[in-house]
Every structure is written in C-alpha cells, then in structure tokens.
C-alpha cells in the first residue's frame, strides 16, 4: 500500500441510520480457508471470502508457495492445494502487508514443510512480535535463518524437514499463535496439542475438521481448551463458506446505536460465541440488539441482527472475555463515550500489540474528542456523556480498526471528526464508506 499519500476522511452528525447491510466476510475465516485449500491435494472453493487486502496478501503468499487460486466470475475463490508438506520455497519474500493473522498463520504452515521462505510486512507489521510464534515452531524443527531485531519482520524462516509434534502450553491468548502450532502440527507425525488457560477463537479447529482432520478439543481449567490434533491427516478438499464478519459489523452496529433514532438490519452475522464478547457487553450497557433467524452456515452459527438506538450505561468488562471481542475495544470505548456514567474494560494487555498500540491510540482518539479517559494498568476507564464534543483529527498509525472507530465517533459527536488516513480500511473492510453512506451516514 502507497502510505506516502495519505487519504484523509470527515464523519459528520446527520440523520439517523436505517435500512439493511451485509458486511464483508469474516477475515479470521477467509485466511484460513485459503491456507487450509493450499495445504489441501484438489480443489476446494470458498464463497463469500473477504477480498480485503490482508486476505489477499494471504492468497498471493499460497500462490508463491505452489498452490493455485482463482477467483471465478461468480465470486467463488478455487483453491488447487499441494497438500500438507508441499510448498515449494517462494522465488521473493512473501509479503503480507498489514496482516499479523496473514503471516503468522503462514510461518506455521511454512514451519511444517522442506522449505525456506522470507516473510515480510508494512511498517506496521515490522513492528509486531513474531517471537510469539518462532518459539514453538522452533521446538518443533523450524529454524529462523534470518529476522530483525527482537523476532521482528522481515524474516527467513527454513521450514523443518521431520518436523515432531509438541505439547505446547500458550504462554498468550493467541488464536494465531494457536494455530501457527496446529498448522505446523499438520506435517508432524503423531499428536501435536496446544493448551489455552483462556479459550480464543476456534475457526482453524472447526476448519481442520471440516477439511476432514481429526482434531479433538477438551476444556481446560476455568477457561482454556486442550487441543489435540493428529499429524498428517488425509485432507479433503472442501467447501468453506465464509459468514458476515462481526468484528465488521460491529462498527455500523455501534454508530446505530449511539445516532438517535436509527434501526439497522445486519444480514448473516457469524456470532459463535468466541467472537460475540462485544455483543453481550454492550447489551449489558443496554443496547437492543435482537438475534433473528438464527442458523448454522457452513459450521459456524450466523443470525441477522437487528439493531436500534438505545440509551446505554457504563458497565464492567471483565478482563475474561477480552479474549472474545479483542479487535472490538477501540469501538466498544466510543460506545462508552455515549453511556452514562463509567466503562472499566479489564486486561487489556494484548491491545498493545496489534496494528498499533491500540491502548494508546485509542485514548488518544477519545481524549482528543473531548472525552474523558484514563488507563491504569492493563485497565481503560471511558468516562460517557450524552454529548461529546468531536472536532478533532485521529491519527491512525495504519490501524484499520482506529480508523473506522473515529469515524463511528464522528457521526454522533457534536463537531465532526476526520482521520489523517482512511487508506488502511481496505485491509479488513473494503467497501466501508458506501456502505456506510448507504445507511445514511455522512462520510466525505
Ligand atoms: C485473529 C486473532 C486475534 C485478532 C486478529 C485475528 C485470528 O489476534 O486480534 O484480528 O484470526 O486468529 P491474536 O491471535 O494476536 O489475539
């Protein structure tokens, strides 16, 4: 992406907003189900996958490796695999822009096959830890050849040639870090197991068993799983079908609730329920959010939620459920900035390790509008009133999520907020602005 030219935004307060919308597809889904296609012998197809640019990072970076991926005039993805084992070393480095779930779900991969591959990123991506995931894939015969300072992008990865299966105890709740190990675990011979104390998203779980691995997971503890997968399974070539992604979601969803008077439909939102923390938070807060036509699509649950502008309170959140709404926070404080009286979101440790340090970022985007916020600790504290004040310019720091979150905030505030660039949406959410506008927002 050309960050030289930056591409500013306005959100501005207007009329409510009404009507209808399907977001994109889910990302999390989308990368996975080109991964697991490439690792697959014959065709597998995806519909409804997110052509985000992280997501097609993530396909190009299957294509370098040897599989093949077209995407049809009808929109569906066909993927022709090389099996697990079967990359061939890329000519270049492979470069995944923006994307932390892109490469880091790659180097696993990588991790389990006879090759040597360099992986690359934006500005953004060269910042965050990659240590995370080399530590187990090193245990399990990788070997890192090459990497910046701290386990940082840009690296050279050699993938491992016998590659053995672990028992590997998650020191973070990661669910790429998870799956870097499951995925690598796919070459190993025996059982690979991964232990979470606190369960994150399980779409690489429920996709290897659709691709027709055998992979058991058992509660842990309070909170966390045990995850167990066979090595070297027969894959077989699938059909995935890629719901709504709720994190998307979320940010027409929060602006209708904070715009007075508006009621909006979200079509097929995927809502299993390691990923819908934000929705039972905010109906905590009071929100009305009504699940309808709930149903199972392609083994994850969808439902098309309506939702209408509510008055909402401060609440706890308690730092347990960060790991199923941890993309939501930068949004979920604009929220708060709407409630009445305090919002104490616990444990937010991981926020600082995203596309940017979404702690910091976040409070910036919120104080500078006028909003009251303090962090302590892990901890940040938004203090609502019905009226915020706006009139400011957001930095974004290539952040996708503070972009899209400012611009929420700004159509509620008082003045209207702009962000220095609105270039990075396209990551997780192309087509965010007409969509937007087609509800009745003001976005120019
Ligand atoms: C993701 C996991 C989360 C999340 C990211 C997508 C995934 O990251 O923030 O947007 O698809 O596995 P962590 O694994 O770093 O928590």
Redo the contacts with the bound molecule.
């Keep these: 992406m050309d960050t030289a030219v930056l591409t500013p935004l306005t959100a501005r307060r207007g009329g409510p907003l009404q009507g209808r919308a399907r977001v994109p597809g889910d990302?999390?889904i989308s990368?996975?189900a080109l991964i697991l296609g490439a690792l697959t012998v014959g065709e597998s197809t995806v519909a409804g996958l997110l052509e985000g640019e992280d997501v097609l990072h993530t396909a190009q970076a299957m294509r370098a490796l040897g599989a093949r991926l077209e995407r049809g005039t009808d929109g569906i993805w066909r993927i022709h695999g090389v099996g697990v084992g079967g990359f061939t070393s890329p000519a270049g480095p492979l470069d995944f822009g923006n994307s932390?779930?892109g490469v880091?779900?790659a180097i696993g991969a990588v991790a389990g096959a006879p090759v040597t591959a360099a992986f690359d990123g934006d500005a953004s991506l060269r910042k965050r830890p990659m240590r995370r995931v080399l530590d187990p894939l090193e245990r399990m015969g990788a070997r890192v050849i090459e990497q910046a300072e701290g386990g940082r992008l840009p690296l050279t990865l050699q993938g491992a040639r016998d590659p053995m299966p672990i028992v590997y105890e998650s020191p973070?709740?990661?669910?790429?870090?998870?799956?870097a190990v499951l995925l690598a675990g796919l070459a190993a011979p025996g059982e690979t197991t991964v232990i979470e104390a606190e369960a994150?998203?399980d779409?690489?779980e429920r996709m290897l068993k659709h691709f027709g691995a055998k992979i058991v997971s058992k509660p842990h503890g309070e909170r966390g799983r045990r995850i167990t997968l066979q090595g070297q399974p027969e894959l077989e070539p699938a059909n995935v079908v890629v719901p709504a992604d709720p994190?998307s979601a979320a940010f027409p969803l929060v602006a209708a609730l904070i715009v007075p008077g508006s009621d909006l439909m979200l079509e097929a939102v995927m809502t299993n329920p390691l990923r819908t923390g934000l929705y039972t938070t905010l109906r905590e807060m009071g929100a009305k959010i009504e699940s309808l036509a709930t149903r199972d699509d392609g083994g994850e649950e969808v439902a098309d939620l309506r939702v209408t502008a509510s008055a909402l309170k401060g609440v706890e959140v308690p730092a347990a459920r960060a790991?199923s709404m941890?993309?939501e926070y930068p949004v979920l404080a604009v929220a708060a900035a709407f409630a009445e009286g305090t919002t104490r979101m616990r444990g937010l440790q991981?926020l600082r390790?995203?596309e940017s340090d979404r702690l910091a970022a976040t409070a910036d985007m919120l104080r500078a509008n006028g909003v009251e916020v303090a962090i302590e600790g892990d901890d940040m504290i938004v203090t609502g009133k019905p009226a915020v004040a706006g009139g400011a310019e957001v930095l974004t720091h290539m952040d996708h999520r503070i972009a899209m979150s400012a611009l929420v905030l700004g159509l509620a505030s008082e003045q209207p907020v702009r962000i220095d660039d609105s270039a990075f949406i396209a990551t997780s959410f192309p087509g965010f602005v007409e969509l937007m506008r087609g509800l009745g927002a003001d976005l120019a």
């Design positions: 990302k999390s990368h996975r932390g779930t880091r779900l973070v709740p990661s669910a790429q870090l998870k799956s994150t998203r779409h690489t994190s790991p941890i993309d991981e390790v995203k």
